[in-house]
């Protein structure tokens, strides 16, 4: 199949949006025309400092449509809504040695790669167990963001953490991941949930997911404030940054725990580190008892998640429409990367490629 996409191509170059061809459809591949796909800061990250092969294609959450499917998939046919991500449905433990490495389209005569699936295109083709079904009641637009923002958010607070009504968390950086911890923290019932950030407006804008307060890290030592809002740290800390100094906050902003007598907080890891950080792991958090653990892809299993997260779509407990904030076309992926890397998304942008 013939579709546009956009390819990357050279590290400091534009991305070029150009037609590409699928290979000819594999047993195990869905084949997805699509409607929205999620702009990542995973994606920017790849295009300031690349590390896979060049040419690539990338993005790695969506929303479509299926077009045609392999002959050993069974749980969506043709005419399917589905939502695309980048950890697998319902995968066990012989999925390592499967999961497709490097998916492809061909493009000027050779062959653009993927990690393990993209969304910056017209169309994609995954294998089965990246693309989730979505009932038809639901949007395709806003949804686009559950295959990575949500799941990656949500997931850290409902599955890594496993928050609980009257908890105290903490969420250190409020994009659309953060966002999407406020929202599950909030659907949990923790209280109170404390939104950190540079901005204030942004710290303003998490109070409609559920933030109860909000802490100005450029204005003050937002660790300081955390402990003084909890009577000492809360129970759960997130970073969904993963910068050196808010890996080390998100473990000091946890409540201490006694030797022998009870354990204290713990803090999560969401964002990806991007460098080395050196801690003191004794006075940080030994001493004190804490727990410090990472979460990837939000610990989430996508059949099982994604039913949860739409829910609470329709409950108004993830308020997905005003998560998305900014929608570009194909086109306009440059302008789009460009605004994601000077700040200036509240929330998460989508591309749209098609309606419904
Ligand atoms: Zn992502």
Redesign the pocket.
């Known amino acids: 199949m013939k579709f546009r996409a956009a390819v990357f191509y050279e590290k400091g170059k534009p991305l070029a949006v150009e037609e590409v061809e699928s290979p000819p459809i594999g047993p195990d591949e869905v084949l997805v025309k699509q409607f929205s796909s999620?702009i990542?800061?995973?994606?920017l990250h790849q295009i300031l400092n690349p590390t896979n092969p060049m040419p690539m294609i990338m993005g790695?959450?969506s929303t479509g449509v299926v077009v045609a499917k392999g002959r050993n998939v069974t749980h969506v046919k043709e005419g399917d809504h589905v939502m695309v991500t980048?950890i697998p449905r319902d995968g066990d433990e012989n999925w390592p040695k499967i999961r497709p490495q490097g998916v492809y389209v061909n493009w000027r005569g050779q062959q653009a790669k993927s990690t393990n699936v993209y969304t910056w295109a017209e169309a994609t083709q995954a294998h089965h167990q990246y693309v989730v079904k979505m009932p038809n009641e639901f949007p395709t637009d806003v949804t686009a963001i559950i295959?990575?923002?949500v799941m990656?958010g949500a997931g850290a607070v409902m599955n890594t953490a496993k928050v609980k009504r009257g908890d105290s968390v903490a969420v250190i950086g409020v994009g659309g991941?953060g966002l999407s911890s406020v929202a599950a923290a909030a659907a949990l019932g923790a209280n109170p949930v404390i939104a950190v950030d540079l901005d204030e407006a942004k710290l303003e804008f998490a109070r409609k997911f559920g933030a109860t307060h909000g802490v100005n890290a450029s204005s003050g030592d937002p660790v300081e404030a955390i402990r003084k809002l909890t009577s000492g740290g809360v129970d759960f800390a997130f970073d969904t940054i993963g910068a050196p100094k808010t890996q080390v906050q998100i473990a000091q902003a946890t409540r201490p725990g006694i030797g022998g007598v009870r354990e204290g907080g713990t803090a999560v890891l969401v964002g990806i580190p991007q460098t080395e950080v050196t801690v003191d792991l004794w006075r940080t958090l030994v001493a004190q008892a804490r727990i410090y653990r990472s979460s990837l892809g939000g610990s989430s299993r996508p059949d099982r998640d994604f039913p949860i997260f739409l829910d609470w779509y329709k409950r108004g407990q993830l308020k997905l429409n005003d998560l998305v904030t900014k929608k570009y076309t194909l086109d306009q992926i440059n302008e789009g990367v460009h605004d994601l890397e000077r700040g200036r998304i509240f929330g998460r942008s989508i591309m749209e490629f098609a309606k419904p």
């Open positions: 999620g990542c800061h995973s994606q790695h959450e980048w295959g990575c923002a990656t991941v």
